[in-house]
């Protein structure tokens, strides 16, 4: 139903609600097949949509769709490339710096992102705005667990050890399982409030804590609010790591050398 919904904003010339509904329909699809070609049709989606965007000389339309792609697709090296395209265009030299240092190991546009990196440093250098060359240093490398289609990462509540969280970045809010916050004598507030979460089971009303903090790596998150809930069939899993956390950085989930690259918003 999406995938029609999609073609029809599609004829209607309404790429951006077209994107949406496509990467709604590629967050369910599990055949590899449909896939496949699911992203091929973003792609064309997405470069008719920039097209327009570039007949109207419209740096900030850009700037915003690349944003968001690198969000709903963090696995794409290639959206950020365009992302820094966009921000050198509106003259943002240090966010265009700490979107190329996310992908220059990437093997397909990191090259080209590493000449462009390159570049920028030369120029300030010149211009003697050495300021301008530190934020593309400060990227982190967080190592990663493959788990089928996806990957865990261990992330720490203050001082009560290790849990290991599926990034997911279609989930708005962290979640953590009951079990994990007690065998971790995880701190946290009970907020009084609930929330009802879409899952694979249908839709389930889970409590709202808030944590001190939430670490991965040397990157925290202070006053994090959780959802608490079962996450049904996940073995090994102790809960989502969701956009709540990953909004406060630039990030790269780098699938070649599984690793999360952070770097500063």
Do not use: C
Not at 61 to 86: K, N
Not at 185 to 190: A, E, L, P, Q, T
Not at 234 to 246: A, E, K, R
């Amino acid at each position: 139903a999406r995938l029609l919904l999609a073609e029809a904003y599609y004829g209607q010339q309404d790429y951006l609600a077209a994107i949406a509904q496509l990467y709604e329909a590629r967050g369910v699809a599990y055949r590899p097949e449909m896939l496949a070609r699911i992203t091929q049709r973003i792609r064309l989606v997405v470069n008719k949509q920039a097209e327009l965007y570039r007949e109207d000389t419209d740096s900030r339309g850009l700037l915003t769709l690349y944003q968001e792609l690198t969000q709903l697709e963090p696995d794409y090296a290639a959206w950020f490339v365009e992302l820094a395209i966009a921000q050198l265009a509106l003259d943002d030299r240090d966010a265009a710096q700490r979107s190329l240092a996310l992908v220059i190991y990437d093997p397909d546009v990191g090259e080209q992102a590493q000449q462009m990196l390159t570049k920028l440093q030369q120029t300030a250098t010149v211009a003697h705005d050495t300021d301008s060359i530190a934020p593309a240093t400060e990227v982190a490398g967080i190592p990663l667990i493959r788990s089928g289609q996806h990957f865990l990462v261990a992330a720490s509540p203050g001082s009560a050890g290790t849990l290991r969280l599926l990034i997911d970045t279609g989930a708005s809010m962290t979640m953590i399982t009951p079990g994990a916050l007690q065998r971790q004598g995880v701190r946290y507030r009970d907020t009084g409030q609930s929330r009802v979460f879409n899952t694979a089971n249908g839709p389930v009303r889970a409590s709202i804590y808030t944590l001190e903090a939430l670490s991965v790596g040397d990157w925290s998150v202070q006053q994090l609010e959780i959802g608490v809930l079962e996450l049904g069939g996940q073995t090994g899993v102790d809960g989502l790591l969701g956009m709540n956390f990953l909004k406060h950085f630039r990030f790269f989930i780098d699938q070649n050398d599984s690793m999360l690259r952070l770097s500063l918003n």
